[in-house]
């Protein structure tokens, strides 16, 4: 198993040295910035779960029916919220669900959202990686950023 896992970030590192530009990279950097986003809920489904998803709501009815949804038989995460009436004119809402696991212990995080020329890009990682405890969960990490008016692309 080392020796697929070592063989395969060598062979990532070599694709990346090979197919770089510096030009490109010089001018990818100075048109990317960083966004800063706010918190609004991070933790674990548990009881009832919904779809693995990255989504991004930008008005009242989205956000409305993702509430209700995820609220509706759940344990009304919603409540542990810290802000659920959102300005939609100021703002949009970024989710991301993971997969449920039969385990606890996983989680799910946005790490950075950066705005370039063309679109606006999340970086999600998954730091924990679960085996904690025997209770089947789901995670979700919610956030939200200034109104942008580009495509969101999720890495």
């Not at 910035?33 to 998803?53: D, H, M, P, V």
């Not at 930008?58 to 300005?87: C, K, M, R, V």
Request: hydrophobic fraction near 35%; charged fraction near 15%.
């Amino acid at each position: 198993m080392k020796k697929h896992l070592l063989l395969l970030l060598c062979s990532i590192f070599f694709l990346t040295i090979s197919c770089r530009d510096n030009n490109d990279d010089d001018e990818q950097l100075e048109s990317k910035s960083q966004i800063n986003f706010q918190l609004i809920g991070k933790g674990n489904l548990t009881g009832s779960y919904t779809a693995q998803q990255n989504t991004v709501i930008t008005n009242t009815t989205q956000w409305n029916n993702f509430l209700s949804q995820i609220d509706g038989q759940n344990n009304h995460p919603s409540a542990g919220f810290t802000e659920t009436n959102i300005d939609f004119n100021q703002f949009m809402v970024i989710i991301v669900i993971d997969a449920v696991y039969p385990n606890g212990g996983h989680s799910v995080d946005i790490m950075t959202v950066d705005e370039n020329s063309q679109n606006i890009e999340v970086d999600v990682e998954k730091l924990l990686q679960g085996n904690v405890t025997t209770v089947v969960t789901q995670p979700y990490h919610i956030v939200k950023i200034p109104k942008i008016l580009k495509p969101v692309i999720f890495n």
